[in-house]
């Protein structure tokens, strides 16, 4: 037994000798560059590709197998305008030693530092990448057989993250006539483990478009992807977009996005716990579910609350021009709620309610097929004082008795003939009260149709002053 235990510390003080000499013999002895021309042989060989590193690879062996690159560029395709499809400035890559024994892998933070990525499409449709994927597929082995995950060659993997910094993307189409540049652009990670949640921080500068817009877009939120790659879970996700461009409402967009959200590829569903969009001096909540989200038969629903705010800085905030009214207090504060239910198709908004000054609309809205609009509504006024949005009389101009024939056309012409033409709508509006043109009137019923160029109002009837009005308002377009 004593012969035992001394052959077998004799046997682990080899193994430990040999380990120290691994890890200060082999950095050096063994030169990384001494292999730098047979790596960039090979990576021509299968890419076609020129891999040019510039700068000196580093080595080391424990407690991290480490490898570090230093400036380093990889060739554009050819009829393709970058010069490199790919550069970098430094990359670091750490794996550590003891754990490969047991199939595990366990990386330190990938650092990538100064990428450069060029992204190209030309005008026959082409992109710059095309011919690495047709030569990965030619490369293809035959496929594996299914194995259970034990015989899998490493077992578990662990990344301590992913640090990104000074980076830029250049997106060029040709063909569409657009180029996009995304640059700086800075990516950190907390540990990645699979099936575990991450934390990701990304912010970047983008600019590009036609017409061009520019701003800076940033993303924190924490992200759960499931061992399957099916399942998605978003947790305190915060989207911060500040963009400028003519494209934009008031040629600027500042917004803020958060959200709670679960995604399932699998079953093809999404859910949000929470949803909070501000923007333009609105503040948007509420929440969605959606199912056969994959589909053409998608059903997208969910429940949405507008928080109080004034119309008129909306107006002015898409640079619109404010309306001159009667009564300067109007457009002076609102809120809306109402729930939504989206399928292929159709769009239906019910339990709408909106409170516009002092008046409440309540109701429900639908719109079928959207390149040819179906309307269909349902709504209720309690009171509306129409003067008072109505724009100020004005005394300089005098309103004349009789509408000369010059005038008469110019008003037929102002008639949006192709609009009414278009228009298919059924519905009915009631108003509880109304003053209009100094006019009053309450218990207002009007059934509204428009279809194939033929509006029609009834039954039309209202209460106005001791008396009563029915009528039946036809026109043809």
């Known amino acids: 037994m004593a012969k035992l235990l ?39 060989e299968k890419t076609g590709r020129k891999l040019d590193i510039k700068g000196d690879l580093g080595l080391s062996v424990f407690p991290w197998l480490a490898l570090e690159i230093g400036p380093t560029t990889l060739s554009n395709a050819q009829g393709f305008t970058a010069e490199n499809f790919a550069a970098v400035e430094n990359v670091q890559v750490r794996v550590k030693l003891l754990p490969l024994l047991r199939k595990q892998v366990e990386m330190d933070k990938i650092v990538l530092k100064g990428l450069a990525l060029n992204l190209e499409k030309n005008k026959a449709g082409q992109t710059n990448w095309d011919d690495l994927s047709a030569g990965a597929e030619k490369t293809e082995e035959k496929p594996v057989e299914e194995t259970d995950s034990a015989g899998l060659p490493l077992d578990g993997l662990s990344i301590g993250g992913v640090e990104i910094t000074d980076a830029s993307v250049i997106w060029d189409d040709r063909s569409g006539g657009v180029r996009y540049s995304i640059a700086p652009f800075s ?10 949640p991450v934390s990701i921080d990304m912010d970047m500068q983008l600019e590009g478009g036609a017409p061009v817009m520019k701003g800076g877009v940033a993303f924190d939120g924490i992200v759960h992807l499931s061992e399957s790659m099916q399942q998605i879970q978003l947790k305190d996700v915060v989207l911060d977009v500040d963009l400028t461009g003519e494209s934009l409402p008031g040629s600027k967009l500042k917004a803020v996005l958060k959200t709670a959200a679960n995604l399932d590829l699998e079953a093809q569903t999404l859910s949000t716990s929470q949803l909070a969009l501000s923007t333009l001096g609105i503040v948007l909540e509420g929440n969605l579910t959606g199912k056969q989200i994959m589909e053409d038969a998608r059903v997208i629903s969910g429940n949405f609350k507008l928080q109080p705010f004034s119309p008129k800085e ?22 809306a709620s109402w729930a939504m239910q989206f399928e292929s198709d159709k769009l239906a908004l019910s339990d709408f309610l909106l409170h516009l000054d002092d008046t409440t609309v309540q109701g429900n809205l639908n719109v079928a097929q959207f390149a040819k609009p179906a309307i269909r509504f349902d709504l209720a006024v309690d009171s509306i004082d129409a003067d ?3 724009a100020p009389a004005s005394e300089a101009t005098p309103v004349p008795a009789t509408p000369t024939t010059a005038a008469a056309a110019g ?4 008639i949006p003939v192709d609009t009414l033409r278009d228009l298919n709508l059924s519905g009915a509006l009631k108003i509880g009260a109304m003053k209009a043109f100094q006019l009053r009137s309450q218990d207002i019923v009007m059934n509204v149709s428009a279809k194939g160029g033929k509006l029609r109002l009834h039954p039309a009837s209202a209460n106005m002053y001791e008396g009563s009005y029915k009528g039946d308002v036809r026109l043809d377009v």
Do not use: C, H
């Open 314 to 335: 909306l107006l002015q905030a898409l640079g619109q021009v404010t309306p001159e009214t009667s009564d300067p207090a109007v457009l002076g504060k609102a809120d």
């Open 411 to 414: 008003s037929a012409g102002a």
């Open 388 to 390: 008072r949005y109505l």
């Open 6 to 44: 001394r052959g077998l510390l004799y046997l682990i003080g080899i193994l430990v000798l040999v380990i120290v000499a691994a890890v200060v013999v082999i950095p050096l002895v063994v030169d990384p560059n001494d292999y730098r021309d047979k790596i960039t042989q090979v990576v021509e």
């Open 187 to 196: 990516l950190n990670t907390g540990e990645i483990n699979p099936g575990k």
